[in-house]
Each structure stands twice: as structure tokens, then as C-alpha cells.
T-cell receptor, first 111, second 114 residues
Framework: EDQVTQSPEALRLQEGESSSLNCSYT??????LFWYRQDPGKGPEFLFT???AGEEKEKERLKATLTKKESFLHITAPKPEDSATYLC????????????FGGGTRVLVKP | DAGITQSPRHKVTETGTPVTLRCHQT?????MYWYRQDPGHGLRLIHY???????DKGEVSDGYSVSRSKTEDFLLTLESATSSQTSVYFC?????????????FGSGTRLTVV
């Protein structure tokens, strides 16, 4: 059974204070690790897909990295508009097209 | 230009009544999913569909049923609503071959069972 654990559950940052979110996973045959952003009252929005250890993706102040057991989402010099819940999910050989999600990290960036 | 539309967006219902949530997608995706999102549990899969009239259970399927009569539409029915089914429900879809985006999500339905 695929398992995904995100930490911390919540993160309060000052504007400009860089930090990292962790996503630890256990899967049989990783076929993709996904990061989503979710704003209150809305559905998750796609950020990144990573497929193999060592891979990195960047978008504005966000950078996602992947190892064989975990992924990190680094937020560099965050702004208040980066406040959201960040979700991590995995797709595995065994699960086919279904994704397994972690519990999310709620990020609040204060001005 | 929403790829997935969920209706209603909010609903309050009484314990014991049947409730149907609707999901409509314009992506022509083969796969569709229903998840519920609760504090402390994240997104949990209720049911999914891998084609018209082809559905299967997820990890939290008790008390729920689904139907898919057309590619575009996926219905979730709570046969007899209970307070434990108060939640936010998300519909999602994906294409064949494993989309690089994972899923496309709807905006959610907030259901309150009183």
C-alpha cells in the first residue's frame, strides 16, 4: 500500500524567510510524485511532477526536489501570496492511474 | 473555461436523506475520481471510474455509490447521509497513460449533514 506523509502540518513564515516542506513516501515502483497548491475553498492546482531521484523543477519562488524516499518543496523568499496548503501525491505501478495524497502542509506567510 | 465543474458547490442536508453530487468534465478524460477532504486525513479516495459504466471502490467507499453513464459525467450518491459524511468532496479526472499533471480537479462541494 502506498503511503505519503507530509511535514510539518503547518508553517508560519515571515515574508522573505525561506523554508522547506517535506514529503516522505513509500511506494512500489514510483511512476510520478506530484506537488499541488490548494487555496481555501478551491481545488488543488498542479505545480510540479517529478519522476526520478535527483530531478528538480522550479517555478518562481518554488523548487521541488526528489530522492528515493522523499521530496522537498523549497520556498525561497516567500511572499504573502504564497500562503496556501501544499499537497504531495504519488502514483505507483501498483495503483495505476490513482494518486495517493499526503495530509498537506498549511503555509502562512506574514508580511 | 473550467475543465471540471462540480454541483452543487454547497449543500446542507438532513441525516438519513439521499444526496447526489455531480461532476462534469470537458477534458475527454477516461478516468474520474471522487475524493473527500477532511482535516487530519487529507484527500481520501471514495470511488473511481476507468470508463463509462466501469467503476471501482476506493479506500473509504462505505455508504457511497457512483455511476458513470457518459464520459463527461460522474455522479456520487450518499445513499443515506450521516453526520460522518460531512466533508468537502472533490472530483478529479485524468487521461490514459498517466498524465504529467496527475489530476485535474474540480472546485469542490462542501456538504454538511445535520
Amino acid at each position: 500500500e502506498d503511503q505519503v506523509t507530509q511535514s510539518p502540518e503547518a508553517l508560519r513564515l515571515q515574508e522573505g524567510e525561506s523554508s522547506s516542506l517535506n514529503c516522505s513516501y513509500t511506494v512500489s515502483g514510483l511512476r510520478g510524485l506530484f506537488w499541488y497548491r490548494q487555496d481555501p475553498g478551491k481545488g488543488p492546482e498542479f505545480l510540479f511532477t517529478l519522476y526520478s531521484a535527483g530531478e528538480e523543477k522550479e517555478k518562481e519562488r518554488l523548487k521541488a526536489t526528489l530522492t528515493k524516499k522523499e521530496s522537498f518543496l523549497h520556498i525561497t523568499a516567500p511572499k504573502p501570496e504564497d500562503s496556501a496548503t501544499y499537497l504531495c501525491a504519488v502514483r505507483s505501478e501498483a495503483a495505476g492511474n490513482k494518486l495517493t495524497f499526503g495530509g498537506g502542509t498549511r503555509v502562512l506567510v506574514k508580511p | 473555461d473550467a475543465g471540471i465543474t462540480q454541483s452543487p458547490r454547497h449543500k446542507v442536508t438532513e441525516t438519513g436523506t439521499p444526496v447526489t453530487l455531480r461532476c462534469h468534465q470537458t477534458e475527454n478524460h477516461r478516468y474520474m475520481y471522487w475524493y473527500r477532504q477532511d482535516p487530519g486525513h487529507g484527500l481520501r479516495l471514495i470511488h473511481y471510474s476507468y470508463g463509462v459504466k466501469d467503476t471501482d471502490k476506493g479506500e473509504v467507499s462505505d455508504g457511497y455509490s457512483v455511476s458513470r453513464s457518459k464520459t463527461e459525467d460522474f455522479l456520487l450518491t450518499l445513499e443515506s447521509a450521516t453526520s460522518s459524511q460531512t466533508s468537502v468532496y472533490f472530483c478529479a479526472s485524468s487521461g490514459t497513460g498517466g498524465s504529467v499533471y496527475g489530476y485535474t480537479f474540480g472546485s469542490g462541494t462542501r456538504l454538511t449533514v445535520v
